[in-house]
């Protein structure tokens, strides 16, 4: 059983970036597909981007070009770099793992995901 925590949300002005990490605990996360989501007040939750245990990456069009999904192996930990962020994309942001069949598989709906962290809270504001 793997346990996840995120952390690096805060405050930032459009155009501003964040890193936000999710650190894992009890098992390897190499071994496992790793998901980013997110949720706004009032909104459904949605996918933001994955990693698949090949290290192969998906995103939404959304943050295409604007987002980076990595992770290091040695920290057992995935990340999320955002770059040039807007207002729209605040949002409680989750990390969430599987260990995914096939092995090279990114899901990418809530559903897809059995573990999950508390969420942090990204705010892009002036």
């Known amino acids: 059983q793997v346990q996840l925590v995120e952390s690096g949300g805060g405050l930032v002005q459009p155009g501003g970036s964040l890193r936000l990490s999710c650190a894992a605990s009890g098992d390897t996360l190499n071994v496992y597909a790793v998901g980013w989501f997110r949720q706004a007040p009032g909104k459904e939750r949605e996918g933001v981007s994955g990693i698949s245990a090949t290290d192969g990456t998906l995103y939404a069009d959304s943050v295409k070009g604007r987002f980076t999904i990595s992770r290091d192996n040695s920290k057992n930990t995935v990340y999320l770099q955002m770059n040039s962020l807007k207002s729209e994309d605040t949002s409680v942001y989750y990390c969430?793992?599987?260990?995914?069949?096939?092995?090279?598989?990114?899901?990418?709906?809530?559903?897809?995901?059995?573990?999950w962290g508390q969420g942090a809270q990204v705010t892009v504001s002036s």
């Open positions: 969430a793992a599987v260990i995914p069949h096939p092995f090279n598989y990114i899901p990418f709906t809530s559903a897809e995901y059995f573990y």
